[in-house]
């Protein structure tokens, strides 16, 4: 067995002997099976302490920076508030930057000015442009690691991205309505709030080749770049229905689903499918009420507490190698939604 520690403290923390641990780590004979396995529960004790006393010298400060709606940045802020108690003996100090249709040179000086000042982490919700990589970039010569969250820049230099498989989120939503139209005739309307965001991309993406699969002769009605909040959706969405007399559907990928079902009640339209992301209270609400069909979620928490080990784990406070597996994808609907 390889370890740091001294004979000495290796026997009292299993109980035996210091002739005993000496003959386990050397591999002589003479010793019980279970003795054996005493001294190697001690050996783990002793470095998983050691993790602890380690973790407990350190304070991380993080920089969330975040291009989004208000209602979102809210979850997230609400997640991880909740999550940083948890994550003792490390303390996390959070710092929020946060901006709606935030224009994107002043996102990168806001970037730019974290560089400069300094910080153990950026968590990262930002369009998928040249600039923002390009800020990413400086960030990490600047050595701040960069984590990108719900939306990725991919050609960037950014250590991880944390978030739910947006392929697959697409497909379960293009599914979802698939089921729930069965043969009944009409349109599908999709909502985007930004083609830059990469996150939204793919789930469009996933729901065009799945109901490709599923319902190939079903039409769908394109709003792209719709901003994601509720006036401009309900504009739009108003629009698309005069337009459009056959809408039935609504996935929407980018938010804005309060303004979506105001729009489909002033014109007095049934949305027999309505689907979209994120368990913010207005959606909350539309499900209650039956305005809504599902709900895409992923266990913001959960991510946040990915999100807290992969910068510990940059930092050498813990062992690697960094956690990647994607969010869970949550089906919500009336019958199961979380209590907070």
Request: charged fraction near 25%.
């Amino acid at each position: 067995m390889r370890h740091p520690f001294p004979i000495r403290e290796i026997a009292r923390q299993a109980g035996v002997s210091e002739a005993t641990v000496d003959r386990v780590l050397n591999q002589r004979p003479g010793v019980r099976a279970g003795t054996v396995l005493q001294v190697e529960r001690a050996v783990d004790e002793l470095e998983r302490q050691r993790t602890q006393l380690r973790l407990s010298e350190r304070t991380f400060m993080v920089d969330v920076v975040m291009d989004t709606p208000k209602r979102f940045s809210t979850l997230v802020r609400r997640a991880l508030e909740r999550e940083l108690p948890t994550l003792g003996p490390a303390v996390l100090r959070s710092r929020f930057h946060v901006g709606e249709q935030w224009d994107i040179t002043e996102l990168v000086r806001r970037l730019d000015a974290i560089a400069r000042s300094g910080s153990h982490a950026v968590v990262l919700k930002a369009p998928d442009v040249p600039e923002v990589a390009a800020a990413i970039g400086r960030l990490t010569a600047a050595r701040i690691p960069v984590i990108t969250l719900v939306t990725d820049v991919p050609a960037s230099t950014r250590i991880a991205h944390v978030g739910m498989d947006d392929r697959a989120a697409g497909a379960t939503a293009a599914y979802l309505v698939h089921q729930v139209l069965g043969t009944r005739p009409g349109a599908i309307l999709v909502v985007t709030s930004s083609e830059l965001f990469r996150g939204e991309e793919e789930r469009e993406r996933g729901f065009r080749t799945a109901l490709g699969h599923y319902d190939p002769d079903r039409v769908i009605v394109d709003i792209p770049n719709s901003d994601g909040l509720d006036d401009t959706c309900r504009t739009l969405v108003s629009a698309a229905l005069a337009t459009h007399p056959d809408i039935v559907a609504v996935y929407s990928i980018g938010g804005g689903n309060s303004g979506i079902a105001t729009a489909f009640a002033a014109a007095g339209r049934t949305c027999a499918a309505f689907v979209g992301h994120d368990l913010a209270p207005a959606n909350r609400e539309l499900l209650i009420d039956g305005r809504m069909t599902a709900v895409l979620h992923h266990d913001l928490a959960a991510d946040m507490r990915q999100l807290a080990r992969m910068i510990m784990v940059h930092h050498g406070a813990l062992p690697g190698p960094l956690p990647k597996a994607p969010s869970a994808i949550q089906v919500i609907t009336p019958h199961n939604l979380p209590v907070y």
